[in-house]
C-alpha cells in the first residue's frame, strides 16, 4: 500500500510537470499570476489529470475499444487528448482546445509510460534483492 501511494505521488509530480510543458507549448498564456499562484495551479492540475487518468480513463478505454482495435491503437491519442482535455476543464485556470489536447496527451502518454517503466525497473530490482 505504501508503495502505491510512492508510484501516485510520482505520478502526480510528473503529470504535474507534463502539463506544465504541455501549456507551454499549446495552450494561451496562463496570464500574470505569481509564481506560488502558478506552481499551485499546476499542482492541481497535475492532481486531477491522475486522478481522472486513474478512474475515467480505463472506462473510456473500455468504450472505446472497438474504434482503438479498428485504428490499431491510434485512436488511444484521441482518448488520452480527451483525458487532458477534461483535466484542463476541471482544474482553474487552465485552457486548451482539443486538437491541442491530443498534443499535450502525448506528451503525457510519455510521461506515464517513463513512469511505469521506472517503478517497473525497481521493483524487478527489489525482487532481484530479495531472491538473492
Known sequence: MRQQFHVFLLRWVLNT???WVAVRLFGPSV???????L?????????????INTII???????????????LGLFTLLVNG???YISLKV???????????????IIMSLVNYIVSSVVE???????NKVRS
Open 39 to 51: 506552481v499551485g495551479m499546476f499542482l492541481l492540475a497535475g492532481l486531477i489529470f491522475s486522478v
Open 121 to 127: 525497473v525497481r521493483e524487478q530490482d527489489r525482487d
Open 91 to 105: 482544474a482553474p485556470g487552465l485552457d486548451m482546445t482539443f486538437t491541442h489536447s491530443i498534443l499535450a496527451g
Open 31 to 37: 496570464g500574470s499570476e505569481t509564481m506560488p499562484g
Open 82 to 84: 480527451l483525458m487532458v
Open 57 to 71: 480513463r480505463p472506462i473510456v478505454v473500455i468504450f472505446a475499444l472497438p474504434a482503438i482495435l479498428l485504428t
Open 17 to 19: 510537470v507534463g502539463l
